[in-house]
Structures are given as C-alpha cells and as structure tokens.
C-alpha cells in the first residue's frame, strides 16, 4: 500500500509559479510509476502529467506541455510539478497517484492509490 500526500498548492497571480509536491509513504517508491491529475469545479478529473519509475519517460497533457514539467526524487519518495506561467484555467484541486502499470500512464482508471488532493488557485 502507498500513501501520498500533497503540499504545495496556493493562491498565485496569473503568470505566476508554482511546485507541487507529492511525498509517498513506504520504501517501494520507486517500484510506482506516479501521476499528476486535476479536477475544477463541475468538471471531471483529468489528466495533467506522468512519469516512470525511474523518471526517465515522462508525458504532458497538451494543455500544460511547455509550461508545467512533471519529475521524481526516488531517494526521497518524492514527485513534484513544476508549474510556470499559471493561467486561471489551470485553478483546480490537484492529484498524485500511483500506478504499477509499466512505463507511465495517462489514464484515470489506471492508478492505484491517490492522494488528497491540494488546492490551486491562480487569480487574473
């Protein structure tokens, strides 16, 4: 069983940054491949980025490719997401998840274990 959970989330100006952090539980980190999921209000949750377990294969949505970049510390139990010229459209509750499956994965259903969530909110 992994848990996670995410710090990092806040209130930024639209342009702004910010770097998302997700700590998981247990020492068999780096056996999960981990990925970054958000969901807005009335809408449905959705992917944003993914890595390998070992970091070196990763994947954007369109929507934040260029701007948000998604990495890993193994020794540290740790995923991160980068995220630069925030824009209002990217105000949402943001998710690590943890999947087993090989490579990386850009579907919901695919993960295993969640965290909590942690609240974004960029202001125009």
């Known amino acids: 069983q992994v848990q996670l959970v995410e710090s990092g989330g806040g209130l930024v100006q639209a342009g702004g940054s910010l770097r998302l952090s997700c700590a998981a539980s247990?020492?068999?980190?780096?056996?999960?491949?981990m990925g970054w999921f958000r969901q807005a209000p009335g809408k449905e949750r959705e992917f944003v980025a993914a890595i390998s377990r070992s970091g070196g294969s990763t994947n954007c949505a369109d929507s934040v490719k260029g701007r948000f970049t998604i990495s890993r510390d193994n020794a540290k139990n740790t995923v991160y997401l980068q995220m630069n010229s925030l824009q209002p459209e990217d105000t949402a509750v943001y998710y690590c998840?943890?999947?087993?499956?090989?490579?990386?994965?850009?579907?919901?259903?695919?993960?295993?274990?969640w965290g909590q969530g942690t609240q974004v909110t960029v202001s125009s």
């Open positions: 998840a943890a999947t087993s499956v090989l490579g990386y994965s850009r579907l919901l259903y695919e993960y295993d274990y």
């Open positions: 247990g020492r068999t980190f780096s056996r999960w491949a």
